[in-house]
Structure formats: structure tokens, C-alpha cells
């Protein structure tokens, strides 16, 4: 997937302030179906839950910062767009008034995490 410019333009401001500079970013980007409280392997009957599964965004950023950092930062990011009716995270949202994401909210996040990230020490690194 494209990565965002918004996201690329603040991790330069962030090598033009001093930090390190960004060799590259790059964005992963797809669609799981997630069951929790999976049974052992082997085990029988399948729980009702185990066939709840529900549709998850997966999103990952990988920032590629230059020497003298010489170092990855992952941001990942994963948010329920379709929620099986008698999964326990369909029960635990109703109960909180609250409902999956579209797609295009759970790239948003993921581009909001990445623009807005800062390190505050960079010797952490070193």
C-alpha cells in the first residue's frame, strides 16, 4: 500500500530538527479473521467462539532510520471492521457503545500514529 505523505513529511521534520535521517518507511497493510480463546489443538467439540471469528485490519509501518541510529521502528496497528455477532469482542463493544472501524478509519489511525510519532530521547538508540 502507498504510505502516507503526511506521515513522511513529519518524520522528516523530525531528521531536520536533529534526529536522525529517514532512509525509508514502508507500509503492510491487510485483513485478518480472528477467533479468540482458540481450543487446543486436538480437542473436542469446537466451542461456539471458536467459530467467531471476527475480520481484523492489520497494519504495519516499518521506519528505516540512517546510522548514526542505524535502526527499525515498527508501528502496528489492529482494529476489528467485522465483528461475528457472538464473538466476546461484538459483546464487549456493545456493552461499551461502541462498533467496528471501516477500513479507511483503521488506515487513519495507523497514518495518525506514524505523523504524529516522536522520539524524545534519541540516545536510546545509540
Do not use: C
Not at 65 to 84: G, K, Q
Amino acid at each position: 500500500a502507498p504510505t502516507s505523505t503526511g506521515a513522511q513529511s513529519a518524520l522528516q521534520k523530525a531528521s531536520a530538527a536533529g534526529g536522525p535521517v529517514v532512509e525509508g518507511k514502508f507500509v503492510i497493510e491487510g485483513k485478518q479473521l480472528i477467533a479468540k480463546y482458540k481450543r487446543p489443538s486436538g480437542t473436542s467439540p469446537a466451542s461456539e467462539e471458536e467459530e467467531a471469528r471476527n475480520e481484523v485490519y492489520i497494519g504495519l509501518a516499518v521506519i528505516r532510520l540512517a546510522a548514526p541510529i542505524d535502526t527499525e521502528i515498527l508501528v502496528s496497528v489492529s482494529a476489528p471492521l467485522v465483528l461475528h455477532p457472538d464473538s466476546s469482542e461484538a459483546k464487549t463493544m456493545a456493552a461499551a457503545g461502541t462498533g467496528p472501524l471501516t477500513p479507511e478509519q483503521a488506515q487513519e489511525v495507523l497514518r495518525t500514529v506514524v505523523a504524529n510519532l516522536k522520539v524524545e530521547r534519541w540516545s536510546l538508540f545509540l
